[in-house]
């Protein structure tokens, strides 16, 4: 069977680019016959840049053409829709935000300018990322290339939903609770969330800047492991960036993982987990052995299902500092049928955000407020150092450790719109990762009824080399990630 | 412990967030049942452990403080709802 250019690798692509066998207008040119084809189905865009991709695109050829070729040149990316792209809408997929044009770029966004890729389009996702299913967008739901009638994820839903289709050959996400790495499952890619502080936020419209993350959704690890290269790094303007120089991700990639200490935290095998996904990720993890790790299969982190309610106070009280911006003065919607200040505002913000952010914004005001901080949010931190130990813990003895990215493979669209707290629990395997902010990848394991397992790797602060090592070593074993929605 | 119709105005207040009707009672509702299922938070013990604000270890982040390249007013007054004369308008704030 042929490979269609849309579904190639990063890797692949370039090879190709970089012995002429094809232009970037010509993948370009794919990617976006893809767009078209399925779009109208799976609604994973919010805005194409057609025009501007087949431009940057030309750039590109003429740079391969005099040999100036990096790993990402003339390679299609989508981002998701709240990285700031400079004289392209920025919507967050909210009411608020949708005639939004940000003056400037997100450093993430300017290395891959730097890096000559190609952007063909901007990704939905729930609004302001704040939803586990695509369906809080104020303009559609994306649907699931492996079964239209199920959600992709949430919040990068359509990062991933694009990346399962060849709508581009890899997305931008950013992860607060899951947002990279729950999709991914749901999708069958692979999606990583660095360590908090490798990647610049700048230009990301913050949601809980505690632990807001940008990472690639990719095909495969190598590609991960190639855009993690050119988009981690210290950058003075995010003063969360932490600066240690990022290594090559791409040299750690060996099949072989003798010596390798996994351990598996059996918090993590919740209370009404599906039997398929605990069954695909018990025989993945016997691979990971066969591949020469030695695994602990029953690690204890006792605080982790404390992770849940502590991430949605944290979360949820950063979220109404964060939203308080959204006034109306200086860009966004403005409601403008009244001389009240106050009451312009208070409308601006009825109209311009949808239920789950003014639910987290009531939820985080109540946390924060006199007589209550303490109870809620203080102890919430509290708990969150707890947390982080355990991590520590758990690191002093394990590389890795291991666990089923969800608990059940995805589910159908509105069947957890209507109760909150069953949508907050989807991300109970990966919201604990974001607390103690460690680095997790997200990758295919299997299948149950024709819907995507995914495995999560967890590493240590700033040690994604060891979960890029063994998720790349997996793949190599298997070919869950190569499979491809027939859509 | 289900949050008053009063209590949910309040916050909503804190939050200069408008409110129908409807949304009081939803949310009234829905923020009761969360808060619930997260009692058990209170019962962790944390007695002597400090808070974690943000994972990482930095502190005090300080850059020199000097004019760099910025971006034009005319840049930054684009997305404006209103502006005149180079700035933004805004309604009258004490009346």
């Known amino acids: 069977m042929t490979v269609r250019n849309s579904e190639l690798t990063i890797h692949e692509a370039h090879r190709l680019l970089k012995n002429k066998e094809l232009s970037s207008v010509e993948l370009t040119t794919a990617c976006l016959e893809r767009i078209h084809e399925v779009e109208g189905s799976v609604h994973a865009l919010v805005t194409v840049t057609d025009e501007l991709a087949l431009e940057q695109a030309r750039k590109a050829d003429e740079l391969i053409n005099k040999g100036d070729i990096s790993p990402l040149t003339g390679i299609p990316v989508v981002i998701k829709d709240n990285m700031c792209t400079r004289g392209i809408k920025t919507t967050c997929s909210s009411k608020m935000l949708e005639n939004f044009i940000p003056p400037y770029d997100a450093t993430v966004v300017e290395k891959l300018n730097s890096a000559h890729a190609v952007m063909v389009g901007k990704a939905n996702m729930d609004e302001f990322a704040m939803g586990s299913s695509t369906e809080h967008s104020a303009f559609f739901p994306t649907h699931n290339p492996w079964d239209l009638t199920r959600v992709p994820g949430g919040s990068s839903g359509g990062s991933a939903a694009a990346v399962a289709t060849g709508e581009a050959i890899y997305a931008l996400g950013s992860d607060t609770g899951g947002s990279i790495r729950q999709p991914a499952g749901f999708c069958s890619v692979t999606g990583l969330k660095p360590t908090y502080g490798r990647v610049s936020r700048y230009g990301l419209v913050a949601f809980a800047s505690s632990l807001d993350q940008i990472g690639p959704l990719t095909r495969d690890v190598t590609d991960c492991a190639l855009v993690l290269n050119t988009i981690a790094g210290y950058d003075n303007r995010d003063s969360t960036s932490v600066p240690i120089s990022a290594p090559d991700f791409t040299k750690c990639l060996t099949a072989d993982l003798r010596g390798l200490n996994i351990g598996i935290p059996k918090e993590y095998f919740v209370e009404g987990m599906q039997d398929e996904v605990k069954e695909a990720i018990f025989t993945s993890i016997r691979k990971l052995e066969d591949l020469g790790a030695s695994v602990e299969w029953e690690v204890s982190l006792p605080n982790t299902p404390n992770a849940l309610a502590a991430y949605y106070i944290i979360a949820p009280s950063e979220a109404s500092a964060n939203l308080a911006r959204y006034d109306g003065v200086k860009y966004g919607f403005s409601y403008k049928d009244t001389d009240s200040m106050w009451e312009a505002m208070e409308k601006t913000r009825q109209y311009g955000f949808g239920a789950e952010v003014k639910r987290r914004i009531m939820l985080g005001t109540y946390a924060l407020s006199a007589g209550y901080y303490e109870a809620w949010y203080l102890k919430s931190q509290k708990v969150r150092t707890l947390i982080r130990r355990e991590f520590d813990q758990a690191f002093s003895k394990f590389d890795i450790l291991v666990t089923p990215t969800t608990p059940t493979v995805p589910f159908k669209i509105g069947e957890k719109i209507d109760d909150p707290l069953q949508m907050y629990l989807s991300d109970v395997c990966t919201l604990p990762i974001n607390i103690a902010g460690v680095p997790a990848i997200s990758i295919p394991a299997g299948f149950a009824g024709g819907l995507p397992i995914g495995m999560q790797l967890i590493g240590k602060p700033f040690g994604e080399e060891a979960i890029l090592k063994t998720a790349y070593a997996y793949q190599q074993v298997t070919d869950w990630h190569n499979r491809k929605p027939k859509i | ?95």
């Open chain 2, 1 to 95: 412990m289900k949050l008053s119709d009063e209590e949910v105005l309040r916050i909503a207040r804190l939050a200069r967030l408008g409110l129908t009707k409807a949304d009081v009672e939803l949310f009234g509702e829905q923020l009761s049942h969360i808060l619930d299922n997260f009692q058990a938070l209170q019962q962790v013990d944390t007695t002597d452990v400090p808070p974690t604000a943000q994972p990482n270890q930095l502190q005090n982040v300080l850059k020199p403080d000097e004019a760099l390249p910025s971006l034009s007013p005319d840049a930054i007054l684009a997305n404006a709802p209103c502006r005149e004369q180079g700035f933004f308008r805004i309604r009258a704030v004490l009346e």
